[in-house]
């Protein structure tokens, strides 16, 4: 299986399945001098692991992550960086009535088109347990960036039809759905619990903003910072739809409200207004970065579907096991972890972009 590699300068492989031995990823292209403890790639790992709430998946895994390469006496070495997280709570046997059938809303179909085979046990690299390559790995990426003063603001914007009308950044780490709004959250809590009783699932948005990204980032053409982003995005299991500033809101807007105007403030050119979200002409312009990503509902539910065997016999399938009611939550710090790691290769690939930048590097 192929593209399991992400970035240009700064690489991320992952590696692994659901309920194979172990998951893990290979950083390459880190900086040597970074320092670097298994408790800095933990804290985002800890986000995303399963069990936070009644809200995700009943799955006791502690996802505790072991460096095997590339940091000696707590600092990078340069070399590749291995990381591993073993699977402790496998149930394979909630996944039998599959093996031989096509789940809706599942990857199912389209593994046995493309490789005439599949790991039915969780949905193998399909799974959302996939992820912790990725966040492991935009753990290191976030710990570059936050030496250089780039930081991220990454929070739950909706869930269903409940909306945060309100922005406390201290409330997003105060309650398990990770939003800013302690209303909405409890609102979207009691919607929870009606899609959890209908035996149902509920999708969401997520929204993340990044600050302190110096302008000049990114390519004018194929490798745009948006449409990198859009990639990094996409990739995600469940996402179906990326949002850069004003996002699909354009559409009905008019030049003279969607452009942001240029002014000068303590020597530096900066925006008034912030419609592009940060990115002008597939390059960051020095402003605040904001994108959103909207996830679909969780595909597995206990609810009767109808769906057919891979000889194509209809069925009505019950899927069984411990899945999450809304993947959003658990989402938030992958979308981030796949920003950071879309900053961090643009970073290092524009640091050739001028030959003054090359000659100071070498010639000071």
């Known amino acids: 299986?192929?593209?399991?590699?992400?970035?240009?300068?700064?690489?991320?492989?992952?590696?692994?399945?659901?309920?194979?031995?172990?998951?893990?990823?290979?950083?390459?292209?880190?900086?040597?001098?970074?320092?670097?403890?298994?408790?800095?790639?933990?804290?985002?790992?800890?986000?995303?692991?399963?069990?936070?709430?009644?809200?995700?998946?009943?799955?006791?895994?502690?996802d505790q992550v072991e460096i095997l390469s590339g940091v000696f006496e707590g600092k990078t070495t340069g070399s590749p960086i291995s990381l591993v997280v073993y699977n402790k709570d496998q149930r394979s046997r909630d996944y039998g009535n599959i093996a031989y059938s096509y789940r809706p809303g599942h990857a199912d179909y389209t593994f046995d088109q493309k490789y005439g085979f599949r790991d039915y046990r969780g949905g193998g690299r399909s799974s959302g347990r996939?992820?912790?390559?990725?966040?492991?790995?935009?753990?290191?990426?976030?710990?570059?960036?936050?030496?250089?003063?780039?930081?991220?603001?990454?929070?739950?914007?909706?869930?269903?039809?409940?909306?945060?009308e309100e922005f406390d950044i201290n409330e997003i780490s105060n309650n398990k759905l990770y939003m800013p709004d302690a209303a909405a959250a409890e609102k979207a809590s009691a919607y929870l619990e009606e899609c959890i009783q209908n035996q149902d699932s509920a999708g969401g948005v997520i929204e993340c903003r990044i600050t302190g990204v110096p302008a000049g980032l990114g390519d004018p053409v194929f490798d745009k910072l948006d449409a990198k982003l859009a990639q990094a995005m996409m990739s995600i299991g469940a996402v179906k739809a990326v949002e850069i500033g004003d996002g699909i809101q354009v559409s009905a807007s008019n030049g003279s409200s969607n452009n942001d105007a240029f002014y000068q403030k303590n020597g530096k050119i900066v925006k008034s207004t912030n419609h592009?979200?940060?990115?002008?002409?597939?390059?960051?312009?020095?402003?605040?970065?904001?994108?959103?990503?909207?996830?679909?509902?969780?595909?597995?539910?206990?609810?009767?579907?109808?769906?057919?065997?891979?000889?194509?016999?209809?069925?009505?399938?019950?899927?069984?096991?411990?899945?999450?009611?809304?993947?959003?939550?658990?989402?938030?710090?992958?979308?981030?972890?796949?920003?950071?790691?879309?900053?961090?290769?643009?970073?290092?690939?524009?640091?050739?972009?001028q030959m003054d930048h090359i000659k100071k590097l070498y010639l000071d």
């Open 276 to 353: 592009s979200g940060g990115i002008l002409g597939g390059m960051s312009d020095g402003s605040e970065i904001i994108l959103r990503v909207h996830v679909k509902p969780t595909p597995s539910i206990s609810q009767p579907q109808n769906t057919v065997t891979h000889d194509g016999e209809p069925l009505s399938l019950e899927i069984h096991g411990r899945h999450d009611p809304v993947i959003v939550p658990r989402a938030v710090v992958v979308v981030e972890s796949m920003a950071a790691l879309v900053i961090t290769d643009a970073l290092f690939a524009n640091m050739s972009a």
């Open 130 to 164: 996939e992820t912790i390559g990725r966040v492991a790995g935009g753990a290191i990426a976030s710990k570059i960036l936050s030496e250089l003063n780039i930081s991220f603001t990454t929070y739950t914007k909706s869930i269903g039809p409940i909306n945060c």
């Open 1 to 62: 299986m192929s593209q399991s590699t992400f970035g240009n300068k700064f690489k991320v492989t992952t590696w692994g399945e659901s309920h194979g031995k172990a998951l893990g990823a290979v950083v390459d292209g880190c900086p040597a001098g970074l320092s670097l403890q298994e408790t800095d790639i933990q804290k985002f790992l800890d986000r995303r692991k399963p069990g936070q709430s009644k809200f995700t998946t009943a799955r006791k895994e502690g």
